[in-house]
Protein backbone atom coordinates (compact mmCIF):
# COMPACT_ATOMS: atom_id res chain seq x y z
CA UNK A 1 0.00 0.00 0.00
CA UNK A 2 1.47 3.37 -1.11
CA UNK A 3 -0.08 6.82 0.62
CA UNK A 4 0.11 9.43 -1.86
CA UNK A 5 -1.12 13.27 -1.60
CA UNK A 6 -1.23 15.97 -3.32
CA UNK A 7 -2.33 19.93 -4.07
CA UNK A 8 -2.81 23.12 -3.48
CA UNK A 9 -3.52 25.78 -0.87
CA UNK A 10 -3.23 29.42 0.56
CA UNK A 11 0.11 29.06 1.29
CA UNK A 12 1.63 28.00 -2.53
CA UNK A 13 -0.91 29.28 -4.79
CA UNK A 14 -2.80 32.52 -5.21
CA UNK A 15 -6.87 32.19 -6.10
CA UNK A 16 -6.50 32.72 -9.41
CA UNK A 17 -4.13 29.42 -9.50
CA UNK A 18 -6.80 27.64 -6.62
CA UNK A 19 -9.95 28.24 -8.51
CA UNK A 20 -9.19 26.35 -11.37
CA UNK A 21 -9.00 22.81 -9.85
CA UNK A 22 -11.97 23.27 -7.42
CA UNK A 23 -14.30 20.55 -7.38
CA UNK A 24 -17.97 21.13 -6.55
CA UNK A 25 -19.42 18.99 -4.38
CA UNK A 26 -22.04 18.06 -7.09
CA UNK A 27 -19.62 16.66 -9.49
CA UNK A 28 -17.14 15.47 -6.58
CA UNK A 29 -18.75 12.08 -6.72
CA UNK A 30 -18.07 11.48 -10.59
CA UNK A 31 -14.66 13.02 -10.50
CA UNK A 32 -13.74 10.08 -7.74
CA UNK A 33 -15.17 7.23 -9.92
CA UNK A 34 -13.07 8.72 -12.55
CA UNK A 35 -10.27 8.73 -10.72
CA UNK A 36 -10.17 5.28 -9.24
CA UNK A 37 -11.30 3.93 -12.37
CA UNK A 38 -7.40 5.10 -14.01
CA UNK A 39 -5.37 2.21 -12.76
CA UNK A 40 -2.96 2.26 -10.92
CA UNK A 41 -5.13 4.10 -8.57
CA UNK A 42 -6.61 2.25 -5.83
CA UNK A 43 -8.35 4.49 -3.30
CA UNK A 44 -8.82 7.55 -3.49
CA UNK A 45 -10.02 11.39 -1.31
CA UNK A 46 -10.71 14.89 -2.24
CA UNK A 47 -10.97 17.96 0.05
CA UNK A 48 -11.78 20.74 -2.21
CA UNK A 49 -12.61 24.34 -0.06
CA UNK A 50 -11.84 27.54 -0.72
CA UNK A 51 -8.46 27.62 0.62
CA UNK A 52 -7.37 24.19 -0.76
CA UNK A 53 -7.61 21.31 -3.30
CA UNK A 54 -6.26 18.13 -1.84
CA UNK A 55 -6.17 14.12 -3.25
CA UNK A 56 -5.41 11.27 -1.23
CA UNK A 57 -4.97 8.19 -2.65
CA UNK A 58 -3.25 4.77 -2.55
CA UNK A 59 -1.39 4.46 -5.71
CA UNK A 60 2.15 2.59 -6.71
CA UNK A 61 2.11 5.45 -9.52
CA UNK A 62 1.83 9.05 -8.46
CA UNK A 63 2.28 10.82 -11.22
CA UNK A 64 -0.84 8.83 -12.33
CA UNK A 65 -3.13 11.23 -10.06
CA UNK A 66 -1.39 14.44 -10.68
CA UNK A 67 -2.04 14.09 -14.15
CA UNK A 68 -5.54 13.43 -14.02
CA UNK A 69 -5.75 16.14 -12.04
CA UNK A 70 -4.98 18.38 -14.61
CA UNK A 71 -6.69 16.53 -17.14
CA UNK A 72 -9.86 16.35 -15.35
CA UNK A 73 -10.13 20.21 -15.22
CA UNK A 74 -8.92 20.87 -18.55
CA UNK A 75 -5.27 22.70 -17.70
CA UNK A 76 -2.16 22.33 -18.66
CA UNK A 77 0.02 20.55 -15.86
CA UNK A 78 2.38 22.95 -15.72
CA UNK A 79 0.05 25.82 -15.39
CA UNK A 80 -0.31 24.04 -11.82
CA UNK A 81 2.61 22.08 -10.70
CA UNK A 82 4.87 25.06 -9.75
CA UNK A 83 1.94 25.29 -6.96
CA UNK A 84 2.04 22.17 -6.19
CA UNK A 85 3.09 20.26 -2.85
CA UNK A 86 3.54 16.33 -3.12
CA UNK A 87 3.43 13.90 0.11
CA UNK A 88 4.16 10.36 0.02
CA UNK A 89 3.80 8.20 2.87
CA UNK A 90 4.43 9.82 6.10
CA UNK A 91 4.34 13.34 5.06
CA UNK A 92 0.82 12.91 4.09
CA UNK A 93 -0.13 11.93 7.55
CA UNK A 94 1.30 14.64 9.15
CA UNK A 95 -0.42 16.74 6.37
CA UNK A 96 -3.61 14.87 7.13
CA UNK A 97 -3.52 15.26 10.96
CA UNK A 98 -2.17 18.95 10.99
CA UNK A 99 -4.40 20.08 8.47
CA UNK A 100 -7.64 18.61 10.56
CA UNK A 101 -6.38 19.46 13.47
CA UNK A 102 -6.35 23.34 11.80
CA UNK A 103 -2.85 24.04 12.21
CA UNK A 104 -2.53 24.28 8.23
CA UNK A 105 -5.27 26.85 7.99
CA UNK A 106 -5.96 30.60 7.27
CA UNK A 107 -6.79 30.88 10.62
CA UNK A 108 -4.87 29.29 13.21
CA UNK A 109 -6.87 26.59 15.26
CA UNK A 110 -10.29 27.19 12.95
CA UNK A 111 -12.55 23.81 13.69
CA UNK A 112 -14.44 24.08 9.96
CA UNK A 113 -11.88 22.34 8.13
CA UNK A 114 -12.27 18.83 10.42
CA UNK A 115 -15.87 19.38 9.08
CA UNK A 116 -15.15 19.35 5.55
CA UNK A 117 -12.76 16.42 6.23
CA UNK A 118 -15.50 14.32 7.31
CA UNK A 119 -17.60 15.32 4.34
CA UNK A 120 -14.68 14.39 1.98
CA UNK A 121 -14.83 10.93 3.82
CA UNK A 122 -18.70 10.58 3.33
CA UNK A 123 -18.64 11.39 -0.38
CA UNK A 124 -15.77 9.03 -1.26
CA UNK A 125 -17.57 6.30 0.86
CA UNK A 126 -20.54 7.12 -1.42
CA UNK A 127 -18.39 7.09 -4.61
CA UNK A 128 -17.47 3.59 -3.25
CA UNK A 129 -13.45 5.17 -3.89
CA UNK A 130 -12.41 4.46 0.21
CA UNK A 131 -10.46 1.44 1.21
CA UNK A 132 -8.89 0.03 3.98
CA UNK A 133 -6.07 2.34 4.07
CA UNK A 134 -7.93 5.58 3.65
CA UNK A 135 -10.62 4.94 5.47
CA UNK A 136 -7.67 3.70 8.36
CA UNK A 137 -5.93 7.22 7.90
CA UNK A 138 -8.61 9.17 8.57
CA UNK A 139 -10.27 7.54 11.20
CA UNK A 140 -6.63 8.03 12.81
CA UNK A 141 -6.97 11.49 11.08
CA UNK A 142 -9.95 12.44 13.36
CA UNK A 143 -9.15 10.93 16.67
CA UNK A 144 -5.89 12.80 16.43
CA UNK A 145 -7.75 16.06 15.45
CA UNK A 146 -10.37 15.16 18.46
CA UNK A 147 -7.17 14.40 21.30
CA UNK A 148 -5.59 17.97 20.11
CA UNK A 149 -8.73 20.22 20.55
CA UNK A 150 -9.03 18.19 23.52
CA UNK A 151 -5.85 18.60 24.89
CA UNK A 152 -5.16 22.15 23.78
CA UNK A 153 -8.69 24.19 23.91
CA UNK A 154 -7.83 24.00 27.35
CA UNK A 155 -8.14 27.19 30.30
CA UNK A 156 -5.89 29.66 29.52
CA UNK A 157 -4.03 30.23 33.13
CA UNK A 158 -3.04 26.14 32.62
CA UNK A 159 -1.93 26.36 29.35
CA UNK A 160 0.17 29.49 29.62
CA UNK A 161 2.12 28.29 32.77
CA UNK A 162 3.03 25.36 30.93
CA UNK A 163 4.09 27.84 28.29
CA UNK A 164 5.68 30.42 30.74
CA UNK A 165 7.84 27.34 32.38
CA UNK A 166 9.64 26.61 28.80
CA UNK A 167 10.37 30.38 28.42
CA UNK A 168 11.85 30.72 31.84
CA UNK A 169 14.05 27.26 30.82
CA UNK A 170 15.32 29.05 27.61
CA UNK A 171 16.27 32.33 29.37
CA UNK A 172 18.39 30.48 31.84
CA UNK A 173 20.06 27.61 30.23
CA UNK A 174 21.40 28.59 26.16
CA UNK A 175 19.63 25.04 24.48
CA UNK A 176 16.40 22.34 26.58
CA UNK A 177 17.63 19.83 24.06
CA UNK A 178 21.48 19.64 26.08
CA UNK A 179 19.06 19.41 29.31
CA UNK A 180 17.93 17.06 31.33
CA UNK A 181 14.46 17.11 32.55
CA UNK A 182 12.24 15.28 35.29
CA UNK A 183 8.98 15.41 35.55
CA UNK A 184 7.19 14.65 39.76
CA UNK A 185 3.24 13.55 39.62
CA UNK A 186 1.15 11.90 36.51
CA UNK A 187 -1.67 14.51 36.47
CA UNK A 188 -2.99 16.66 33.76
CA UNK A 189 -1.16 19.77 34.66
CA UNK A 190 2.80 17.21 34.48
CA UNK A 191 1.21 16.01 31.23
CA UNK A 192 0.86 19.19 29.58
CA UNK A 193 4.26 20.86 30.88
CA UNK A 194 5.67 17.51 29.50
CA UNK A 195 4.28 18.11 26.39
CA UNK A 196 5.62 21.81 26.18
CA UNK A 197 9.26 20.61 26.95
CA UNK A 198 9.22 17.53 24.57
CA UNK A 199 8.84 19.74 21.54
CA UNK A 200 12.34 21.00 22.16
CA UNK A 201 13.72 17.64 22.71
CA UNK A 202 15.61 17.62 26.42
CA UNK A 203 18.73 14.94 26.09
CA UNK A 204 16.56 12.86 29.01
CA UNK A 205 12.89 12.68 30.39
CA UNK A 206 11.91 11.02 33.33
CA UNK A 207 8.99 10.90 34.87
CA UNK A 208 8.81 9.89 39.02
CA UNK A 209 5.49 8.99 40.61
CA UNK A 210 3.71 6.86 44.23
CA UNK A 211 3.39 4.58 41.41
CA UNK A 212 5.43 3.34 38.84
CA UNK A 213 2.76 2.20 36.36
CA UNK A 214 1.27 5.57 36.13
CA UNK A 215 5.12 7.23 35.61
CA UNK A 216 5.73 4.92 32.97
CA UNK A 217 2.42 5.56 31.07
CA UNK A 218 3.84 9.23 30.50
CA UNK A 219 7.29 7.86 30.08
CA UNK A 220 5.94 6.14 26.82
CA UNK A 221 4.28 8.43 25.48
CA UNK A 222 7.10 10.50 25.66
CA UNK A 223 9.96 8.41 24.91
CA UNK A 224 11.64 8.73 28.04
CA UNK A 225 12.21 6.44 31.56
CA UNK A 226 10.20 6.39 35.12
CA UNK A 227 11.25 6.39 38.38
CA UNK A 228 9.31 6.06 41.95
CA UNK A 229 9.16 8.97 44.39
CA UNK A 230 11.60 6.30 46.84
CA UNK A 231 14.09 7.41 44.11
CA UNK A 232 14.46 10.74 44.21
CA UNK A 233 17.23 11.05 46.86
CA UNK A 234 19.31 9.12 44.84
CA UNK A 235 18.73 10.75 40.93
CA UNK A 236 17.55 14.40 42.03
CA UNK A 237 21.32 15.49 40.94
CA UNK A 238 21.02 14.27 37.65
CA UNK A 239 18.70 16.28 36.55
CA UNK A 240 18.92 20.09 34.87
CA UNK A 241 15.25 21.23 35.21
CA UNK A 242 12.69 19.71 37.50
CA UNK A 243 8.99 19.92 37.55
CA UNK A 244 6.82 18.84 40.37
CA UNK A 245 2.91 19.14 40.81
CA UNK A 246 1.34 16.30 42.97
CA UNK A 247 -1.39 15.80 45.45
CA UNK A 248 0.86 15.10 48.22
CA UNK A 249 -0.59 17.56 51.49
CA UNK A 250 3.29 18.16 52.33
CA UNK A 251 6.18 18.68 50.64
CA UNK A 252 7.66 16.39 49.20
CA UNK A 253 11.30 17.85 47.91
CA UNK A 254 12.82 19.32 50.98
CA UNK A 255 15.71 21.59 51.24
CA UNK A 256 18.19 18.63 52.53
CA UNK A 257 17.32 16.94 49.97
CA UNK A 258 18.52 19.73 47.00
CA UNK A 259 20.95 20.90 49.16
CA UNK A 260 22.44 17.04 48.59
CA UNK A 261 21.76 17.28 44.74
CA UNK A 262 23.92 20.44 44.62
CA UNK A 263 26.76 19.37 46.14
CA UNK A 264 26.84 15.82 43.71
CA UNK A 265 25.90 18.43 40.87
CA UNK A 266 29.30 20.28 41.54
CA UNK A 267 27.04 23.49 42.10
CA UNK A 268 25.92 23.47 38.91
CA UNK A 269 22.44 25.28 38.81
CA UNK A 270 18.80 24.03 39.12
CA UNK A 271 15.57 25.26 37.57
CA UNK A 272 12.74 23.95 39.41
CA UNK A 273 9.09 24.60 38.70
CA UNK A 274 6.48 23.93 42.26
CA UNK A 275 3.07 23.70 39.72
CA UNK A 276 1.39 22.14 43.14
CA UNK A 277 -0.93 23.70 45.89
CA UNK A 278 -0.13 22.99 48.38
CA UNK A 279 3.45 23.55 47.46
CA UNK A 280 5.81 20.33 46.53
CA UNK A 281 8.81 21.96 47.27
CA UNK A 282 9.66 23.97 50.91
CA UNK A 283 9.83 27.61 50.30
CA UNK A 284 13.68 27.54 51.80
CA UNK A 285 14.75 25.94 48.53
CA UNK A 286 14.53 28.89 46.99
CA UNK A 287 16.99 30.93 48.98
CA UNK A 288 19.70 28.27 48.08
CA UNK A 289 22.30 29.86 45.44
CA UNK A 290 22.26 27.38 42.78
CA UNK A 291 18.53 26.76 41.83
CA UNK A 292 15.94 28.95 40.21
CA UNK A 293 12.85 28.21 42.22
CA UNK A 294 9.58 29.49 40.68
CA UNK A 295 5.88 28.47 41.82
CA UNK A 296 2.49 28.28 40.83
CA UNK A 297 1.86 32.56 41.03
CA UNK A 298 5.09 33.24 39.62
CA UNK A 299 4.34 31.61 36.44
CA UNK A 300 1.03 33.16 36.26
CA UNK A 301 2.61 36.55 36.58
CA UNK A 302 4.82 35.80 33.71
CA UNK A 303 1.92 34.45 31.43
CA UNK A 304 -0.24 37.64 32.03
CA UNK A 305 2.54 39.44 31.02
CA UNK A 306 2.12 38.27 27.55
CA UNK A 307 2.51 34.55 26.59
CA UNK A 308 1.08 33.73 23.14
CA UNK A 309 -1.33 31.10 24.49
CA UNK A 310 -2.30 29.86 20.74
CA UNK A 311 1.27 29.34 19.90
CA UNK A 312 1.83 27.73 23.13
CA UNK A 313 -0.74 25.19 22.19
CA UNK A 314 0.45 24.42 18.86
CA UNK A 315 3.45 23.20 20.36
CA UNK A 316 1.86 20.84 22.21
CA UNK A 317 -0.39 19.57 19.19
CA UNK A 318 3.23 19.12 17.16
CA UNK A 319 3.83 16.51 19.61
CA UNK A 320 0.86 15.10 19.88
CA UNK A 321 0.82 14.67 15.61
CA UNK A 322 4.39 13.68 15.40
CA UNK A 323 3.90 10.61 18.00
CA UNK A 324 0.81 9.55 16.20
CA UNK A 325 2.35 9.77 12.97
CA UNK A 326 5.08 7.24 14.46
CA UNK A 327 2.47 5.53 15.39
CA UNK A 328 0.16 4.96 12.13
CA UNK A 329 3.58 4.73 9.88
CA UNK A 330 4.19 1.35 12.48
CA UNK A 331 0.88 0.38 11.90
CA UNK A 332 0.99 0.35 7.85
CA UNK A 333 4.66 -0.97 7.72
CA UNK A 334 2.82 -4.20 9.45
CA UNK A 335 0.38 -4.11 7.06
CA UNK A 336 3.26 -4.31 4.17
CA UNK A 337 4.13 -7.22 5.87
CA UNK A 338 0.98 -9.20 5.58
CA UNK A 339 0.89 -11.11 2.33
CA UNK A 340 4.95 -12.10 2.81
CA UNK A 341 4.01 -13.35 6.34
CA UNK A 342 1.11 -15.30 5.43
CA UNK A 343 3.06 -16.80 2.48
CA UNK A 344 5.75 -17.83 5.12
CA UNK A 345 2.62 -19.31 7.07
CA UNK A 346 1.56 -20.92 4.30
CA UNK A 347 4.63 -22.85 3.36
CA UNK A 348 5.06 -24.10 7.00
CA UNK A 349 1.24 -25.43 6.69
CA UNK A 350 1.38 -27.10 3.51
CA UNK A 351 4.73 -28.94 4.95
CA UNK A 352 3.39 -29.90 8.51
CA UNK A 353 0.38 -31.27 6.44
CA UNK A 354 2.17 -33.10 4.03
CA UNK A 355 4.43 -34.84 7.03
CA UNK A 356 1.61 -35.22 9.29
CA UNK A 357 -0.08 -37.73 6.47
CA UNK A 358 2.92 -39.68 5.90
CA UNK A 359 3.14 -40.06 9.78
CA UNK A 360 -0.51 -41.39 9.62
CA UNK A 361 0.05 -43.76 6.97
CA UNK A 362 3.06 -45.25 8.81
CA UNK A 363 1.05 -45.71 12.26
CA UNK A 364 -1.71 -47.80 10.17
CA UNK A 365 1.03 -50.11 8.58
CA UNK A 366 1.96 -50.50 12.04
CA UNK A 367 5.40 -48.90 12.21
CA UNK A 368 6.65 -48.42 15.92
CA UNK A 369 4.67 -44.86 16.95
CA UNK A 370 8.65 -43.93 18.48
CA UNK A 371 10.16 -44.31 15.15
CA UNK A 372 7.16 -42.43 13.79
CA UNK A 373 7.61 -39.04 15.64
CA UNK A 374 10.85 -39.27 15.45
CA UNK A 375 11.08 -39.35 11.57
CA UNK A 376 8.23 -36.55 11.94
CA UNK A 377 10.43 -34.44 13.48
CA UNK A 378 13.43 -34.55 11.83
CA UNK A 379 11.58 -34.45 8.43
CA UNK A 380 10.28 -31.32 9.65
CA UNK A 381 12.88 -29.92 10.95
CA UNK A 382 14.97 -30.53 7.54
CA UNK A 383 11.94 -28.61 5.72
CA UNK A 384 11.62 -25.36 7.42
CA UNK A 385 15.63 -25.07 7.73
CA UNK A 386 16.24 -25.93 3.88
CA UNK A 387 15.54 -22.22 2.74
CA UNK A 388 17.85 -20.79 5.09
CA UNK A 389 20.41 -23.19 4.72
CA UNK A 390 20.30 -23.13 1.03
CA UNK A 391 20.23 -19.49 0.58
CA UNK A 392 23.38 -19.68 2.77
CA UNK A 393 25.24 -22.40 1.45
CA UNK A 394 24.42 -20.48 -2.60
CA UNK A 395 25.03 -16.99 -1.29
CA UNK A 396 27.47 -15.05 -2.90
CA UNK A 397 30.50 -14.16 -0.90
CA UNK A 398 29.81 -10.61 -0.87
CA UNK A 399 26.17 -11.30 0.22
CA UNK A 400 27.37 -14.34 2.67
CA UNK A 401 28.35 -12.47 5.86
CA UNK A 402 25.43 -10.12 5.67
CA UNK A 403 22.81 -13.47 5.12
CA UNK A 404 24.55 -15.15 8.26
CA UNK A 405 24.07 -12.00 10.49
CA UNK A 406 20.16 -12.02 9.48
CA UNK A 407 19.91 -15.62 10.02
CA UNK A 408 21.33 -15.35 13.43
CA UNK A 409 19.07 -12.46 14.04
CA UNK A 410 16.03 -14.62 12.86
CA UNK A 411 16.77 -17.73 14.68
CA UNK A 412 18.38 -16.09 18.01
CA UNK A 413 21.90 -17.54 17.69
CA UNK A 414 24.61 -16.64 18.93
CA UNK A 415 27.50 -16.25 16.44
CA UNK A 416 30.80 -17.37 17.20
CA UNK A 417 33.82 -14.77 17.96
Not at 393 to 406: F, N, Y
Request: aromatic fraction near 6%; proline fraction near 4%.
Amino acid sequence: MQLFAFGINHQTAPLSVREQVVFHAETLIDALRDLVDRRPVQEAAIISTCNRTEVYCNTEVPRTAIDWLAGYHRVKAQQIEPYLYELPQERAVKHAFRVASGLDSMVLGEPQILGQFKQAVRTAQAAGTLGLLLNKLFQRTFAVAKTVRSETEIGAATVSMAAAAVGLAQRIYPSIAEQSALFIGAGEMIELTATHFAAHHPRRLTFANRTLERAQGLADRFLGRSITLNDLPSQLAQYDIVVSCTASPLPIIGKGLVESALKARKHRPMLMFDLAVPRDVEAEVGALDDVFLYAVDDLGKIAREGMDIRESAVAQAEVIIENQVTDFMHWLGNRELVPTIRALRDSAERARRHEVERALRRLVKGDDPQMVLESLSRALAAKLLHAPTHALSHARADDREQLAELIARLYHIARPE
